[in-house]
């Protein structure tokens, strides 16, 4: 309750009281924020995933602008030898648009990356987006095999057969690559489990397929119960550590990640940057009400 009535007073919070919030989840407004904050968690054994932040764009204009500055931050990270991938919003790119315009932008930067060694992850917005981001993969994956990977959210209840429509398309090629994590996004329940129990129970099902058909899994949470779940999945499998990392976001579970980190796994951590924080955080904030609890805990407590 407390959080819904904070998430109504948003509009009304000074920009930098909302900065004071979002930080700690937040590399900062610029690109040399990021390669910060990419060196220092390469220090520590971490790979991470960048993300320029900026979401549903409408202007054409706006989007040559993020096009143009994924390629700086793709040159950048090479120049400075990061270790790290990128992920991608396609609705940044006009998804909603006009899918022509988002596909050329997107296939821009994910050339780019490839041309120079490296992976673009197309991350996974609402559900008005899934089919049209799953064909942008697909479309993606023939062209720069090993450099493209998507994701997909276990309280989808068509996420199952996705993964299984994506190992058809793969053709026994070992290509496909997923991230699978909860989702953020508030989606009816006529397609979307609501039950945190049964969102976790999808989950370990979805990875349970993906890791017996030679899919790649980025297992994306930072849910002790799932993070268990997974060790006895991967050890039940034995699966390779080639075919699987562990993903966090930037700032969430420093502790928890640690720990993975420490038994030998690799880690990858998301690190969102740049001038659009705001719309990024109030966004969050208003989807996810309880996220308030968890950022009015990291004010008061670290680690
Ligand atoms: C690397 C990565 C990429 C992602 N990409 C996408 C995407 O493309 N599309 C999409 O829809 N969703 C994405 N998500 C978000 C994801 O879907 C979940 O909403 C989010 O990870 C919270 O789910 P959880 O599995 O951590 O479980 P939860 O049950 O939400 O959290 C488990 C525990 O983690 C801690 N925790 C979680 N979040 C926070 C926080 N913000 N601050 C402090 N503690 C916290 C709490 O202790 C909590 O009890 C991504 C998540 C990660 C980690």
Redesign the pocket.
């Known amino acids: 309750m407390i959080n819904h009535w904070i998430v109504r007073l948003l509009d009304f919070l000074p920009r930098n009281l909302v900065w004071v919030f979002s930080k700690r989840?937040i590399a900062g407004k610029e690109l040399k924020d990021a390669v910060s904050v990419t060196r220092k968690l390469n220090n520590q054994g971490i790979k991470a995933?960048m993300d320029l932040l900026g979401e549903f764009q409408t202007r054409a204009e706006k989007v040559q602008y993020y096009k143009d500055e994924y390629i700086r931050l793709i040159e950048t990270s090479v120049e400075n030898s990061l270790d790290n991938s990128f992920s991608v919003k396609p609705t940044m790119f006009g998804l909603l648009l006009d899918e022509n315009m988002c596909y050329a932008n997107v296939r821009e930067i994910v050339a780019k990356a490839a041309s120079l060694g490296r992976f673009v992850r197309i991350?996974?917005?609402d559900s008005q987006c899934t089919d049209r981001e799953l064909d942008l993969y697909r479309k993606l994956l023939n062209e720069f095999p090993g450099h493209v990977g998507i994701?997909l959210?276990a309280y989808l209840k068509r996420t199952l057969s996705d993964i299984k429509n994506l190992v058809e398309f793969d053709k026994g090629r070992g290509l496909i690559n997923v991230?699978i994590?909860?989702?953020?996004?508030n989606e009816p329940a006529e397609m979307a489990f609501k039950d945190?129990e049964e969102i976790n129970l999808n989950f370990l099902i979805d990875l349970d397929f993906m890791l017996s058909n030679n899919v790649f899994a980025a297992i994306?949470?930072?849910?002790r119960k799932?993070i268990q779940g997974s060790y006895v999945k991967l050890k039940e499998q034995k699966v390779s550590h080639e075919k699987f990392e562990f993903?966090?976001?930037y700032g969430?579970?420093p502790e928890l990640r640690k720990s993975i980190v420490d038994r030998g796994h690799t880690m990858r951590v998301?690190v969102p940057y740049g001038k659009d924080w705001y719309n990024y955080s109030t966004r969050r904030l208003r989807e996810?009400p309880k996220?308030v609890s968890?950022?009015i805990?990291?004010l008061f407590f670290r680690g």
Do not use: F, P, S
Not at 181 to 185: F, H, L, N, S
């Open positions: 989840y995933t991350d996974m917005e994701v959210q991230r994590c909860k989702g953020i996004y945190k994306a949470t930072h849910d799932l993903q966090m976001l969430v579970t998301y996810n996220m968890h950022i805990k990291a």
